[in-house]
């Protein structure tokens, strides 16, 4: 019953985002698009959970996420370290590339609809410049496929000193 109750209240929330989305121009004219990307010489299949298009033409790419905390789809995807970020996931990027292909003359917006446990927290939260990031994204998701295709998992990346302790010796032992 509790969960019960806890799922209604979810979908309380995203359906006044929704409203509200339609309510801006928002339209869903499509649910679970399959598509197909290639990377470094490997084809990529999967679904996209879902395709918006506004009033005035643009394209918005949705993936839904539910999780304890809303995510930020940048910071999703990117790791911050001290000095740089690094790629950790190229789902949206790979998915915006190839929708672009497609769609080569579209404004095409990413994001997350987010469906969080703190439900006040729910939200179509998008990745503003995820046009200028692509490019970027594709170039290491090629690397780590020819990486891959060389059989090179290791050395592992460094762990970040709050892992540490979790080993008597050093990972590699």
Do not use: M
Request: hydrophobic share 35%; with cysteine.
């Amino acid at each position: 019953v509790v969960q019960w109750l806890a799922l209604k209240e979810r979908l309380h929330y995203a359906a006044k985002i929704q409203a509200n989305s339609v309510r801006e121009g928002w339209n869903i004219i499509a649910a679970e698009i399959p598509f197909e990307a290639e990377i470094g010489g490997i084809r990529l299949t999967g679904r996209i959970d879902r395709i918006d298009e506004h009033k005035d033409g643009r394209l918005r790419i949705i993936d839904y996420k539910t999780s304890n905390k809303a995510v930020d789809p940048a910071d999703h995807h990117r790791k911050k370290g001290k000095e740089e970020s690094r790629w950790t996931d190229f789902q949206l990027p790979i998915y915006y590339a190839a929708y672009k292909k497609k769609h080569p003359e579209k404004i095409i917006e990413c994001g997350y609809f987010v469906l969080p446990k703190a439900v006040a927290d729910t939200n179509i939260l998008l990745w503003d410049d995820i046009n200028s990031e692509t490019a970027s994204a594709l170039e290491e998701a090629e690397n780590v496929v020819t990486q891959i295709r060389k059989g090179i998992f290791w050395p592992p990346r460094r762990l970040s000193s709050d892992l540490e302790p979790l080993f008597c010796r050093s990972p590699e032992e």
